[in-house]
């Protein structure tokens, strides 16, 4: 029976249920580091995308509850929970699962159609229009559950000296006049963790455990997952040379949504590229992009805005990616070249 559980799925659902067991080891331990907003936030996205899925389902005449089955639009709520800051208002995942659902399946047609990421176009769309309550819901480690939080009152007026700036935030802001040395001695380096990215990283670790799991079941292939690493933390460590002016490229890796993307974001088989050579590109050219955000961009985590810029890239990636049928150019141009 043991070949059964390893063996790769054959169906939509069976894929689906791959990645819910792979979120597990991280959903856990965001729950643990940040509280149980973390959890509400879960229940919140998956009722506003379960609600867009009926109502765009619906609309187009089809039933609603038979794509609930597959499990793909609570995959994409449960991936929401985990990107938004757990004390947001209790509205914003709420809003998050209508707009991925709603505006990123939906509106091209359901599942498979979608040419950019539901939860990515979601997430963008709310840090650009909320950044507010985008930026300043995220909970310093190990201080969600120190205070108790009613489930109404999660990101509705919570206490000051719970909420604070993520570790990429502050090398944006405090951290830019101090130097690595002193960068060392901030107090938010003694929160329990391994003082890379002060308890976030076992959120990033756990991710790892469950990208893992999926590379064991055959799921995804390790082409996008290296590529975006390649890109994002190639780019830190060739800046690197200078540590009092740049972020640390561990840091890079195990703050924000590096790991979290590589495994589950970067490899959505619908919106990204097709071919393993194509996936390689895509992941590079999103690692890239979200180092240029970090570093030079407005927001201190650019993996949305990165992924979105690459899903518009994918039918070039594939058209020189692809492999061509025998017998025929190789591109267009080739075609082109060969009538003339």
């Given amino acids: 029976m043991l070949w059964r559980i390893w063996a790769p799925p054959q169906s939509t659902r069976a894929v689906m249920q791959s990645v819910w067991i792979a979120l ?9 580091i940040f509280g149980p907003g973390v959890l509400v936030h879960l229940v ?6 379960c609600l867009a899925e009926v109502i765009g389902r619906r609309a187009r005449g089809l ?20 990107a938004l800051p757990p004390a947001a208002p209790l509205w914003l995942p ?66 000051d000296g719970l909420t604070g700036a993520t570790i990429l935030d502050l090398y944006r802001t405090e951290f830019r006049e101090l130097t690595a040395p002193e960068i060392a001695q901030h107090p938010l380096f003694s929160v329990g963790g391994l003082g890379i990215a ?16 999926l590379f064991a079941r055959r799921v995804i292939r ?12 190639g780019l830190a ?48 050219g999103a690692g890239v992009i979200t180092y240029l955000i970090r570093t030079y961009g407005l927001y ?16 070039l990636i594939d058209q020189y990616t692809r492999p061509r049928i025998h017998g025929e150019s190789r591109s267009i141009r080739g075609s082109v070249r060969g009538r003339s």
């Fill in 63 to 82: 039933a609603a509850m038979q794509a609930l089955q597959d499990g793909s639009t609570l995959l994409t709520a449960w991936l929401l929970a985990l």
């Fill in 198 to 213: 002060p308890g976030v990283e076992w959120v990033a670790l756990s991710h790892l455990l469950g990208g893992g799991f």
């Fill in 24 to 32: 597990i080891p991280g959903t856990l331990t965001s729950v643990w």
């Fill in 94 to 159: 709420f809003v998050a699962g209508l707009i991925a659902i709603g505006l990123g399946k939906q509106l091209y047609g359901g599942l498979g159609q979608n040419p950019v990421n539901p939860a990515m176009l979601a997430y963008a769309i709310l840090i650009v229009s909320a950044p507010v309550a985008m930026t300043t819901g995220w909970i310093v480690p190990f201080q969600g559950w120190s205070t108790p939080m009613p489930l109404t009152g999660i990101g509705v007026g919570a206490v």
């Fill in 300 to 315: 201190p985590d650019g993996v949305a805005f990165a992924v979105l810029f690459m899903n518009f890239m994918v039918p």
């Fill in 44 to 49: 919140l996205a998956g009722l506003g995308a």
């Fill in 222 to 233: 390790w082409q996008a997952p290296v590529g975006f690493l390649v890109g994002l933390l």
């Fill in 237 to 284: 460590a060739f800046f690197a040379i200078d540590p009092d002016n740049t972020v640390p490229v561990l840091t890079h890796a195990l703050a924000g949504a590096t790991l979290f993307s590589a495994f589950f974001i970067v490899t959505d088989p619908v919106s990204g590229a097709t071919s393993p050579r194509g996936q390689w590109w895509f992941g590079l």
